[in-house]
């Protein structure tokens, strides 16, 4: 797995969006405060169709989204 | 002045040699279900470079009878311009890696550039071949020299053809369709985990709707090693992806107890058979094999 993950496609984390302020950290991402769930679903749809990207739902409820 | 023209008899193998040759090169490019080349400029660009090979074969024999020894040294040559010709092939791919659904993966352009190039040496040993039977014949009919070298070529042809075939995956593992199930944002195939990257209700309802899978089985232990190699599964996606195309994702992912191996992806045509058969078909490549049987051998290791 660890020469798989060398190889492309390499991911780009682009945005991440979260229900708790306090998961806001830092980092390269754009990183979005969502008030409820409804909020951070559509918020999550339009950036993932506007950079042409996929999204991740953690297990924690946070989007991610990666561009690959 | 006459004394410098070159002679009938050579003639007829210079020229004989080089349509056979050529005639190799020309069967040896296939329109087959991987589409490539298809397009009239690849088939141009195959025939002329196979031309040129047969006629470096071609003219080897009248160069050794008319003791010309150094002229045979341009085989030199040709085997530099069929270097040329891979690297040609292999940049030509690699140009077009952004552009496709799914990358080649580089073991593949490799082993699609050796082809290319290994053809190019089909050509060239196919008019030597014919060139020297011509010349070994020497009948006073011509048709019969020439009979007997087309002969012999074809022979030759369809010999190293033989000798240069490669397996496909359907030759060492099984393939099968596999069962897509989404469980919230993630995505299994026979139980087997592959990837969580369908975050949204639109992803996970498009590949639960239309989404293709098929499992590859290894049917010996190690053909595992093979299977395992990502240039070689790389390989099978982009065949894959080339059979039904792409409309919305596109996955591998292994498995680590037996080895199996997952293609997935959300076609353009839904047609599991085609995608079978495009994963079936897909060559092994030449930089992941290795014999099973020499690495059993203990003849010339240490005991």
């Given at each position: 797995m660890g020469r798989e993950s060398s190889e492309r496609p390499t991911y780009t984390i682009l945005a991440i969006i979260t229900l708790?302020?306090?998961?806001?950290?830092?980092?390269s991402q754009l990183a979005l405060w969502a008030e409820n769930e409804e909020q951070q679903k559509a918020m999550t749809q339009d950036i993932a169709k506007a950079m042409k990207a996929d999204v991740v739902k953690m297990k924690n409820g946070d989007y991610l989204i990666i561009r690959v | 002045m006459k004394e410098n023209i070159i002679s009938t008899d050579h003639l007829i193998i210079i020229v004989t040699a080089t349509i056979v040759g050529t005639m190799a090169r020309a069967l040896t490019i296939k329109e087959d279900f991987?589409?490539?080349?298809?397009y009239p400029n690849g088939y141009l660009i195959h025939l002329v470079t196979g031309f040129v090979a047969a006629s470096l074969g071609a003219v080897a024999i009248p160069a050794l009878m008319t003791k010309n020894f150094v002229a045979v040294t341009f085989l030199a040559l040709a085997i530099q311009q069929f270097r040329d010709v891979r690297k040609a092939e292999k940049e030509s791919l690699k140009d077009l890696e952004n552009t496709e659904s799914a990358y080649r993966g580089d073991a593949y352009i490799d082993g699609i550039a050796k082809t290319f190039e290994a053809r190019n040496y089909f050509a060239l040993i196919v008019s030597f071949t014919t060139a020297l039977t011509i010349q070994l014949v020497d009948s006073k009919f011509i048709s019969i020299n020439v009979m007997s070298g087309t002969i012999t070529g074809l022979i030759v042809l369809y010999v190293i053809k033989r000798f240069s075939k490669g397996k496909v995956l359907g030759d060492i593992a099984d393939v099968k369709e596999g069962k897509i199930e989404v469980r919230e944002s993630e995505l299994f195939v026979d139980g087997i985990f592959v990837s969580n990257?369908?975050?949204t209700e639109n992803a996970a309802n498009m590949f639960q709707k239309e989404g293709l899978a098929v499992v590859i089985i290894p049917r010996e232990e190690h053909f595992r090693i093979a299977l395992d190699h990502y240039g070689q599964r790389q390989a099978a996606l982009f065949e894959a992806t080339r059979a039904v195309g792409v409309k919305r994702y596109h996955f591998t992912r292994k498995e680590y107890e037996k080895g199996k191996i997952v293609i997935t992806l959300v076609p353009i045509i839904k047609d599991v058979n085609k995608l079978i058969e495009a994963v079936k078909k897909t060559p092994v490549l030449e930089s992941v094999k290795k014999s099973h049987s020499v690495m059993d051998t203990n003849l010339f290791g240490r005991e």
């Amino acid at each position: 797995m660890g020469r798989e993950s060398s190889e492309r496609p390499t991911y780009t984390i682009l945005a991440i969006i979260t229900l708790k302020k306090e998961r806001i950290l830092g980092g390269s991402q754009l990183a979005l405060w969502a008030e409820n769930e409804e909020q951070q679903k559509a918020m999550t749809q339009d950036i993932a169709k506007a950079m042409k990207a996929d999204v991740v739902k953690m297990k924690n409820g946070d989007y991610l989204i990666i561009r690959v | 002045m006459k004394e410098n023209i070159i002679s009938t008899d050579h003639l007829i193998i210079i020229v004989t040699a080089t349509i056979v040759g050529t005639m190799a090169r020309a069967l040896t490019i296939k329109e087959d279900f991987r589409q490539y080349p298809t397009y009239p400029n690849g088939y141009l660009i195959h025939l002329v470079t196979g031309f040129v090979a047969a006629s470096l074969g071609a003219v080897a024999i009248p160069a050794l009878m008319t003791k010309n020894f150094v002229a045979v040294t341009f085989l030199a040559l040709a085997i530099q311009q069929f270097r040329d010709v891979r690297k040609a092939e292999k940049e030509s791919l690699k140009d077009l890696e952004n552009t496709e659904s799914a990358y080649r993966g580089d073991a593949y352009i490799d082993g699609i550039a050796k082809t290319f190039e290994a053809r190019n040496y089909f050509a060239l040993i196919v008019s030597f071949t014919t060139a020297l039977t011509i010349q070994l014949v020497d009948s006073k009919f011509i048709s019969i020299n020439v009979m007997s070298g087309t002969i012999t070529g074809l022979i030759v042809l369809y010999v190293i053809k033989r000798f240069s075939k490669g397996k496909v995956l359907g030759d060492i593992a099984d393939v099968k369709e596999g069962k897509i199930e989404v469980r919230e944002s993630e995505l299994f195939v026979d139980g087997i985990f592959v990837s969580n990257l369908l975050g949204t209700e639109n992803a996970a309802n498009m590949f639960q709707k239309e989404g293709l899978a098929v499992v590859i089985i290894p049917r010996e232990e190690h053909f595992r090693i093979a299977l395992d190699h990502y240039g070689q599964r790389q390989a099978a996606l982009f065949e894959a992806t080339r059979a039904v195309g792409v409309k919305r994702y596109h996955f591998t992912r292994k498995e680590y107890e037996k080895g199996k191996i997952v293609i997935t992806l959300v076609p353009i045509i839904k047609d599991v058979n085609k995608l079978i058969e495009a994963v079936k078909k897909t060559p092994v490549l030449e930089s992941v094999k290795k014999s099973h049987s020499v690495m059993d051998t203990n003849l010339f290791g240490r005991e």
